[in-house]
């Protein structure tokens, strides 16, 4: 049974400070599966960053560029010729808005996790920690928002920062703050448990005997060992940041096209053109919102199983046992022996 | 949008008996306990969406500002009220929802909840399609990739289920169109039903407003398919995008209770394996399943707001959207407010459904 | 009785058929680190109506070895060599085929029966599952609903269930422990197996109700001829049950033996290290020969007043006693023995001396200062003279931090040594410890078991507490290492002369530590007194009912030991 309450660390701490870097030290544990799904994340999600990075040079034209030296573009002409990807019907040319957009894309997610992690692991780590009456108002607010359909709040956050106008900076701000608000629960709710289980492990009621100070056992034992998980919340949170930018987007409250590109406002607009059979203006902002949710979730996933001993897939057994001369000790879980306490 | 986190169980749950083995009455009192939940979590809600949205300014400005000279205006604003202290209007805001008054339209004068009984009924026929979309598609699919883990099947299923939810609902919903509407004309693009079948349907004497169930109940075979007909795409869209989550929610739970002494104790006699996964390991896991799953279906009613904008689809979501656009934020507000209640209740409901699963809480 | 069960055994031997044959078994492991070989080469055999005890300590084998009896290795497993039940191959069998012969021919009884039965369904439906399995399956036609659950009734008839026809629809929680394991027997005994693989059978459960179970089992090995491969680090459970023994260590099997041959001439080294190290009760009594409570004259270090500890109950629900007028005193130089089952309230009153729980009642004075409204500043410059060993010495570590930074971090919090005084301390403490200086710069899960234990006494002795508080210090570790660490536990206290309350659930290793000893029971101490005369001569009745139940590893003294026992319970 001692087996099952160890605190497994994520990494050796032996090892070499790259190996323990939370996605390196996944990547070395994962076998088979896991590895091609890490992996697959990993290139997904790394494209999606060097392309907004990259966007001065990749994009053909501006984002709200409706005009070259030839003369203004022509409204939904299908891909081919001076515009790969065609253009909208207000002109637009579609492959540079869906390159523009990563910037955007990643701007919110950077602005939108940072905040959130800040304020929700702070007031988890009190909250959990301190416990009574701070705790239980801070649990009820949190639940009756979590509970919400995360796209209202984020709605009503929209309507409060920038009163549903869209400007330059302050849309990307609005939508930002907007996900932060619906966020923070969640970070809230993760880190808060967390905290209230280790708060109960010998190691943190053995710095209690001791005597060690409020702040001294949040900062020094149980904020180390609580963010843990911060790896994976922060890649699933990112992909669900973008998921609510676009929803925030085609119903309107995005960001206006002569500001930045975003790509719901973009399928809003072509939510019109699919039924006369005009394919293009939709789909390629909505593949480039699939690409990268799909990247970002896998290496979420990834993390998820990996950080999970029952969920985690191990390598199995060599048939030619006998060669290799392997320490007495047994495979973790294979003995189960305790004394009744 | 939709949470793959695997979320901590909320602190009503440390409220229900189990943990104490003397339960007398232990039901009883974890249902009250759980329903005067339902009222502070409202209020919370309530008080957060109201003076949010006040922190802006008065809602009259907001729709009319620039339309109307500025000493109309004003005249406006006095005349609803909105140039009182803000506490007092809270109040009597309170005082209104407790009445059922959950206000009045700016763009169109009618009354926020008269609106959930015009368009209540379609919200809910969405959502109840969506949900048995969801249920036939993850449940099933979720036990088999607990039972193939780490196999071929598996690792197909997981993928599927991560490109359900990668793939925005308005997405999938224009793809859809595309394809079977645009252009193999299979289906219709938009809408609930045909004109002719709507006429009939709101002709009928007590209708339910959930078509399919008016067109069986009438016995009108035409209409029927015709409602089937337009209620295929928006189903699946939101019903696929939930279903990826219950897959994934079904599998890492199925999982865990695989892996428990109970089910090897089941495995040591002789029980076959498909039955421990859909009997013994199963019905343990539905506890916590059921319990996101309420949570789930709150996500829906986001859900729905953009796939009724997306299929024309005439519900709660599809005018939320249209109040946003008209910037008439009484209405949002109202409709908002009225969502809040429908999901601390649903939340409610199922949260009984789960203790009542669980033996423990009934003995 | 006890006379005759060696020369049973001893005639049944030549004409019974053998029910289990296992030859040259290897099981090798994948993992992280590489395969592992968690048994290397086991052949051993069981006859009908034999009680075969295979034991061992923590990585010996054992279990894997019971596992792959019924084929339930997991994926990771391989594994080679023969496992012949009634003639039948085990190792090389079909999915299908194996399911036949799991609950039919063979059975198991596993560890924890609280986790071993599904909280979801009835113990009857349970049951039933594994009765409707076997008759789908044999051409029998299906069992219906009704006659399986006739059957379900008479499985728990005869584990001494009482009212099986009204609990056989009881949800699993509404049992106690004991009855649980019962209910996991009768699971196990549905199908009439000829063979019954019981895994740590009673390591969960406490000693008395633990006793009840040893019967069970040796009743079904009487009346039905069942026999029983038992698996077991517990030397007194061995004693108690066994006819053979086989000794497990590293995946290897070291010696086999009849049981009484194996306790009196131990052949092998290993064999003798392992029962040496176990403690026998009345044995090695650290109060032997005292007639007086030794360190009365010294300092009193804590003192219990009718102490009350309270939990308070949930919406409505009564507050839980969990300590109910408890009043004793502890003595610098004095070891404290504190013994009780589970749910007695000893850990609780331990956690409150070192204020980890508030008392509710009654006077608790720890140092001097009363703990009743504890006031946390105020009893903090106290703390540096409470020293706490935690029970679990893997979760009692920050993960995060070195073994020295561990050490040090009372210092640092007290005393704010310079960083060179601290390492010095650390390496001192480490030494009087009994592990290398250099231990300071590695991290928990680097240590095994024992050295871990050990730095956690390091880390309670680093300020040179007058008080020590050992929480069941040595119940996660296996004997051998727990005879080390009592060792070095007594040598220690005599050194540092501080006053120590040992909270145990074992009389014997009380016994060997602590010269005055109390005894607890549903919050209330019932009897408390010098070591040897509370275990020789005790005066309550649950003391009694406590110590006769308490298997000793000798076969010849427990079958004397049972019949006392038997005829204290008036059976």
Not at chain 3, 5 to 14: A, C
Request: proline share 5%; hydrophobic share 45%.
């Amino acid at each position: 049974m001692t087996a099952e309450t160890t605190l497994e660390p994520v990494a050796n701490p032996r090892a070499s400070f790259f190996r323990r870097l939370p996605v390196v030290s996944h990547f070395n544990k994962s076998v088979g599966l896991q590895r091609f799904m890490l992996v697959v994340g990993l290139v997904l999600t790394g494209i999606f960053l060097l392309t907004a990075l990259a966007a001065p040079l990749l994009a053909p034209y501006g984002f709200a560029q409706l005009s070259d030296a030839d003369g203004n573009f022509p409204t939904q002409q299908e891909p081919g010729g001076k515009h790969l990807l065609g253009t909208t019907v207000g002109g637009y040319d579609v492959l540079s808005r869906v390159i523009w957009g990563t910037q955007t894309a990643l701007l919110v997610i950077i602005v939108a996790v940072i905040l959130s992690i800040f304020a929700g692991v702070i007031l988890g780590l009190v909250s959990g920690y301190i416990g009574g009456w701070l705790d239980r108002i801070l649990v009820v607010v949190a639940d009756a928002i979590y509970a919400f359909p995360s796209l209202l709040v984020a709605i009503v956050m929209a309507i409060v920062i920038s009163g549903g106008q869209s400007s330059l900076l302050g849309g990307i701000l609005a939508a930002a703050i907007s996900i932060t608000v619906v966020f923070i629960p969640q970070y809230f709710r993760v880190i808060r448990a967390e905290t209230i289980r280790l708060k109960a492990e010998p190691f943190v009621e053995s710095a209690k005997v001791v005597g060690a100070s409020n702040v001294r056992i949040m900062t020094r034992h149980i904020y180390r060992n609580a963010t843990r998980t911060l790896p994976l919340i922060f890649t699933l949170n990112a992909s669900e940041a973008i998921l609510t930018l676009a929803g925030l987007g085609f119903l309107g409250f995005g960001i206006e096209p002569s500001s930045a590109a975003e790509w719901g406002f973009d399928l809003n607009k072509a939510l019109a053109d699919t039924t006369s059979g005009i394919w293009w203006t939709g789909l390629f902002p909505g593949l480039a919102i699939v690409w990268t949710v799909l990247g970002l979730t896998l290496v979420g996933e990834s993390i998820n199983d990996l950080n999970d001993p029952r969920l985690r897939g191990r390598k199995r057994a060599t048939r030619k046992a006998a060669a290799s001369a392997a320490p007495a000790a047994a495979g973790p879980g294979t003995e189960t022996e305790s004394s009744n306490p | 949008m939709t949470t793959l986190i695997d979320a901590p169980p909320s602190d009503a749950d440390a409220l229900l008996p189990s943990k104490k083995k003397a339960a007398g009455g232990g039901l009883g009192q974890y249902i009250l306990v759980r329903f005067l939940l339902i009222f502070p979590t409202i209020l919370i809600l309530v008080t957060m969406v109201f003076f949010l949205m006040r922190i802006t300014g008065d809602p009259i400005t907001a729709a009319m500002g620039g339309r109307l000279p500025p000493d109309q205006l004003q005249e406006r604003i006095h005349a609803a009220g909105y140039d009182r202290p803000l506490l007092v209007q809270y109040f009597e805001y309170l005082g209104q929802l407790a009445t059922g008054n959950f206000g009045t339209t700016l763009s169109d004068n009618r009354q926020v909840t008269e609106m959930l009984t015009t368009y209540g009924a379609a919200t809910l026929e969405l959502s109840i399609n969506a949900l048995i979309v969801a249920l036939l598609v993850g449940i099933p699919l979720g036990m088999v990739a607990a039972h193939r883990r780490d196999h071929l099947p598996d690792a197909v299923l997981r993928i599927l289920a991560i490109l359900f939810y990668a793939t925005p609902v308005f997405f999938a919903g224009m793809l859809l169109k595309l394809v079977f509407s645009v252009w193999l004309h299979w289906l219709p693009v938009a809408g609930r039903a045909g004109t002719r079948t709507e006429l009939s349907l709101t002709a009928l004497e007590a209708p339910t407003g959930i078509y399919w169930l008016d067109a069986l109940r009438s016995g009108n075979m035409a209409a029927f398919s015709d409602v089937m007909s337009h209620a295929v795409l928006p189903a699946l869209a939101l019903g696929l995008l939930t279903a990826g989550i219950f897959l994934r929610l079904v599998r890492t739970n199925v999982i865990g209770t695989l892996g428990k002494d109970y089910v090897e104790a089941g495995r040591s006699r002789g029980v076959s394996e498909f039955r421990l996964v859909t009997k013994h390991a199963y019905k343990p896991a539905l506890i916590p399943i059921i319990t996101v799953m309420g949570l789930q279906i709150a996500v829906m009613l986001g859900g729905a707001v953009l796939t009724e904008t997306t299929f024309e689809w005439k519900g709660l979501g599809f005018q939320l959207a249209n109040y946003l656009t008209a910037r008439d934020f009484v209405a949002v507000q109202g409709i908002v407010v009225l969502l809040a209640v429908i999901v601390a209740v649903t939340n409610f409901i199922v949260d009984i459904v789960a203790a009542l699963i669980d033996p423990r809480v009934r003995y | 009785m006890s006379e005759n069960l060696g020369s049973v055994s001893d005639r049944r031997e030549q004409d019974r058929k053998t029910v289990l044959d296992i030859n040259h078994l290897q099981v090798t492991f994948a993992t992280d680190a590489g395969d592992v070989r968690a048994v290397k080469d086991v052949s051993l055999d069981i006859k009908a109506g034999e009680v075969l005890a295979i034991v061992g300590e923590s990585g010996s084998g054992k279990t894997v070895t019971a596992k792959t009896i019924l084929g339930l290795l997991p994926e990771t497993a391989s594994s080679s060599g023969a496992v012949l039940i009634n003639g039948t191959n085990v190792i090389s069998l079909s999915a299908a085929r194996l399911r036949q012969i799991r609950g039919r021919d063979v059975a198991m009884v596993f560890q924890e029966p609280s986790t071993a039965l599904n909280p979801v369904f009835t113990v009857g439906w349970q049951i039933a599952e594994g009765i409707r399995a076997h008759a789908a399956r044999d051409g029998g036609g299906r069992v219906s609903a009704k006659e399986a659950k006739a059957r379900a009734v008479e499985a728990l008839r005869k584990v001494g269930i009482p009212d099986p026809e009204h609990r056989v629809n009881y949800y699993p929680h509404q049992f106690s422990g004991g009855q649980k394991q019962r209910v996991v027997i009768a699971a196990a005994l549905a199908l009439n197996p000829g063979l019954i693989v019981a895994d740590e059978p009673t390591t969960a459960l406490d000693v008395t109700v633990q006793a009840e179970i040893l019967e069970l089992l040796r009743d079904l090995r009487d009346k039905y001829g069942t026999s029983i491969v038992l698996i077991t680090h517990n030397m007194g459970v061995v004693a108690d049950l066994a006819d053979r023994v086989v000794v497990m260590y590293q995946g290897d099997i070291v010696e086999e033996a009849p049981a009484r041959k194996l306790f009196a001439e131990p052949r092998q080294d290993y064999t003798r290290r392992l029962l040496a190290a176990v403690p026998h009760l009345g044995r090695n009594s650290a109060s032997e020969g005292l007639t007086q409570r030794p360190h009365q004259d010294e300092e009193v270090l804590v003192a219990a007043d009718n102490l009350v500890i309270e939990y308070p109950g949930r919406l409505g629900t009564p507050a839980f006693k969990a300590v109910d007028g408890v009043s004793f005193t502890l003595s610098r130089g004095e070891v404290f023995g504190l013994v009780g089952e589970s749910g007695s309230g000893k850990t609780t009153i331990g956690r409150a001396i070192a204020g980890l729980n508030r008392t509710t009642g009654g006077s608790l004075k720890v140092l001097g200062y009363e703990m009743l409204n504890l006031r946390e500043r105020t009893f903090k410059p106290l703390r540096k003279d409470v020293g706490f060993v935690f029970q679990d010495p893997a979760a009692s570590f920050n993960p995060q931090l070195t073994i020295g930074e561990c050490i040090a971090e009372p210092m640092l919090i007290h005393t704010r040594p310079s960083d060179a005084q601290a390492r010095k301390r650390v390496g001192e403490l480490l030494e009087s410890v009994q592990l290398p200086a250099s231990y300071a710069g590695r991290y928990p899960h680097e240590l095994s078991g024992g050295q871990r234990q050990r730095a956690s006494l390091a880390r309670a002795l680093s300020l040179n507490p007058r008080l020590l508080i050992a929480d069941e210090p040595t119940s996660a570790l296996d004997v051998s290492v727990q005879a080390k660490v009592l060792e070095l536990f007594k040598d220690i206290q005599e050194e540092f002369g501080f006053g120590c309350l040992f909270i145990s659930h074992d009389l014997a290793v009380v016994d060997i530590l602590s010269s005055w000893v109390g005894v607890l029971y549903k919050g209330k101490l019932v009897e408390q007194g010098i070591g040897s005369q509370v275990m020789g001569n005790p005066q309550h009745d649950y003391t009694r009912r406590l110590i006769a139940s308490l298997p000793v590893p000798d076969p010849a003294e427990q079958a004397k030991r049972r019949e006392e026992h038997r005829a204290l319970l008036g059976i």
